[in-house]
């Protein structure tokens, strides 16, 4: 091939790879509320072909040390005993261009908080897949995206669902050399937004990050001095601007 066609298909293959659905779901961190027990979910396809979406959800357990682990759901088809989260559909058809929502439905214990990842996965429809479409339509997708080289990415988030009685009490420890937070209540709380800057002078910083802490855990840093440290702490509804300097 010479130089000519390579730089060609070079500029095309961008083009290819773009074609067919691309969904995307907003945040990647969303939280129920204890009052609450469904949340709708919006799944959007930035695309130019349908995007057929499954949605599976598994719950996060973490060890004593803190490892988190993902496990399955149990058994929910008798509805006396569901725990866990559901998603209604499991099952989304999203038009190019266009969006559709699941809800969120959370049935079982609500004492303590708990933490479930949730997946949306762009599948090529196949029969067992349980989606509304005929056979012959089935077929005519394949066909339509087997024409590019098609990457069907999803998408992985992570859902807070805080206890019914949910209980904020964030413990502040400012001393001479560290700062921390301490989550003494029972439902998480966000560090966001944390900024590490150089004082007078906000083009030396380091980049911004976000820390969910669990209830019984920390964020705690050390203090420089000729820095000074930015972030907003919220406590579900609630938010705080933070100013620390070192």
């Known amino acids: 091939m010479n130089v000519r066609w390579t730089l060609l298909l070079a500029a095309w293959l961008p083009l290819i790879a773009q074609a067919g659905p691309a969904i995307n779901v907003g945040v990647v961190y969303d939280y129920l509320e204890g009052d609450k027990s469904t949340y709708l979910k919006r799944v959007f396809n930035g ?20 490892t988190p682990r993902e496990m399955p759901l149990a058994n929910q088809t008798d509805a006396n005993a569901r725990d866990g989260l559901m998603a209604s559909p499991a099952r989304l058809i999203v038009p190019a261009n266009g969006m559709q929502g699941s809800r969120l439905v959370f049935m079982g214990e609500r004492e303590k908080e708990r933490y479930f990842r949730v997946r949306f996965v762009p599948v090529v429809p196949e029969k067992e897949d349980e989606f509304a479409i005929a056979e012959a339509d089935r077929e005519d997708y394949k066909k339509g995206l087997s024409a590019g080289v098609n990457v069907l990415a ?13 209980r904020f009490n964030s413990v502040i420890s400012n001393q001479t050399n ?14 966001d937004e944390f900024r590490n800057c150089a004082q007078n002078n906000e083009s030396d910083c380091q980049p911004t990050t976000k820390h969910h802490v669990l209830p019984g855990r920390a964020f705690a840093f050390d203090k420089q001095s000729g820095r000074e440290y930015h972030f907003t702490l919220i406590e579900g509804k609630a938010t705080k601007p933070i100013e620390v300097k070192g």
């Open 47 to 66: 695309g130019d072909a349908t995007a057929f979406v499954k949605i599976n959800i598994l719950e996060i357990v973490y060890d004593a040390d803190g």
């Open 154 to 166: 999803g998408y992985g988030t992570v859902f807070f669902v805080r206890p019914k009685e949910t």
């Open 178 to 191: 560290t700062y921390e937070v301490r989550n003494d209540g029972n439902s998480t709380i966000v560090v």
